[in-house]
């Protein structure tokens, strides 16, 4: 069969690649749409590099903008595409506006849909990606769950017959790229100038942490006032948002540097004292290499990691400290997120739904 995945910003890359290998593992036809939301390269193209992914074949550039300009340019464009292609199954990922543009195109042409990371809720309806997931869960033919809490969520709006429960397939990919780095004992991305175990490794990016200056101010205030020194990878959108407002990112123990690649970023995470992030795919890696996470938001998706003790919600100064310098959480073995082959298990489930 003839599957398409949509993409189009920095998760949904690392997504992918699991998924493009499973389906040529499986013999399926595999097209790549990459809608150009994230287009920088260190946020889109070393990704397909690293990750071996093949070249997108279809790029719809479509660029920043509003969240109505930037989804509706991708709806626009994805009839086309999708005529062009005919796919048997179109596959949507996560949570971006490109998720819920691809998501709605395909649904209204009669493409069958399939939603990888379905089911996740943070139950804050004031996030982008809370609208994009909801409405996406909802126009797909087949909801992809990461977890068992996720798959409770889709039966409780009432999706219980299309969801299946795969695992997380960043998983897949993190076991696999930090098996590589420690074989390869590849040169650490930031060797010279931190001390493995005595930093910490930051990345900040959510609208609701960076577009009001003030909010911006206390995370970036907490973090130069930390015990050890912070590494902010720093995404275009919070330097954009610092330089208009004036607040400066070298301040303190906090060193902003450029976002790392996937394997850099994974080498820099797992020798870290700790991570403080609004990211939810490093919430979840931190978990996964066992660092402490400090998360800098209200409410989390990835709960599990919250409850095992390993990631700790914080959004004051004083919170923010006292998450950094917690105790070393309790031991675990609990595998919430899956075996590592939940991409397999994905194709699976579209080749029995669609095929
Ligand atoms: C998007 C997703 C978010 C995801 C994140 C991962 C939505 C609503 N949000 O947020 O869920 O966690 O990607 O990174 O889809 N920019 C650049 N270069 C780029 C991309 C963005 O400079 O390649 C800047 C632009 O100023 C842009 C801003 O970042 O206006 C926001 O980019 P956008 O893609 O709209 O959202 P993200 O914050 O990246």
Same mark, same amino acid.
């Given at each position: 069969m003839r599957i398409m995945s949509v993409v189009g910003a920095r998760p949904q890359f690392v997504k992918l690649a699991p998924i493009a290998k499973a389906a040529r593992a499986a013999d399926q036809e595999h097209i790549i749409v990459h809608t150009g939301q994230h287009y920088d390269p260190m946020l889109s193209d070393v990704f397909f590099r690293d990750l071996e992914i093949p070249a997108p =074949? @279809? &790029?719809?550039? %479509? !660029?920043? $903008?509003?969240h109505g300009v930037q989804t509706g340019a991708i709806l626009a464009q994805m009839d086309g595409v999708l005529e062009r292609f005919k796919p048997d199954a179109v596959l949507v990922y996560g949570d971006t506006n490109s998720t819920l543009a691809a998501a709605v195109s395909a649904t209204k042409l009669h493409f069958p849909v399939a939603h990888l990371e379905a089911g996740l809720r943070s139950f804050n309806r004031e996030m982008p990606e809370e609208h994009n997931r909801v409405l996406t869960d909802h126009a797909a033919d087949l909801c992809l769950a990461p977890t068992e809490v996720a798959m409770g969520h889709l039966a409780a709006e009432g999706l219980a017959t299309r969801s299946v429960l795969v695992g997380d397939v960043m998983t897949d990919v993190l076991f696999q790229v930090r098996d590589a780095i420690t074989r390869q004992d590849a040169v650490h991305p930031l060797a010279g100038e931190a001390e493995p175990g005595n930093y910490y490794l930051a990345t900040i990016h959510r609208a609701e942490n960076t577009d009001a200056p003030e909010r911006l101010r206390q995370i970036v205030d907490a973090l130069a006032a930390a015990d050890r020194p912070v590494f902010l990878l720093a995404h275009p959108r919070v330097r954009a948002k610092a330089a208009e407002h004036g607040i /400066?990112? #070298? @301040? !303190? @123990?906090l060193r902003a540097r450029d976002p790392l690649a996937y394997p850099e970023l994974i080498a820099a995470a797992r020798t870290s004292a700790g991570i403080v992030t609004d990211s939810g795919g490093l919430q979840k890696e931190a978990f996964l290499l066992r660092v402490p996470g400090t998360t %800098? *938001? *209200? #409410?989390? #998706?990835? %709960?599990e990691t919250v409850e095992l003790g390993w990631n700790v919600l914080a959004n004051t100064a004083e919170e923010i400290a006292a998450a950094l310098t917690r105790p070393t959480p309790a031991p675990t073995d609990a595998a /919430?997120? $899956? =075996? $590592? &082959?939940a991409a397999t298990r994905a194709v699976d489930a579209i080749i029995s739904a669609f095929d």
């Open positions: =074949d @279809a &790029h719809l550039g %479509v !660029g920043s $903008g509003s /400066p990112l #070298e @301040a !303190g @123990a %800098v *938001r *209200r #409410e989390t #998706e990835w %709960v /919430p997120y $899956g =075996d $590592g &082959h």
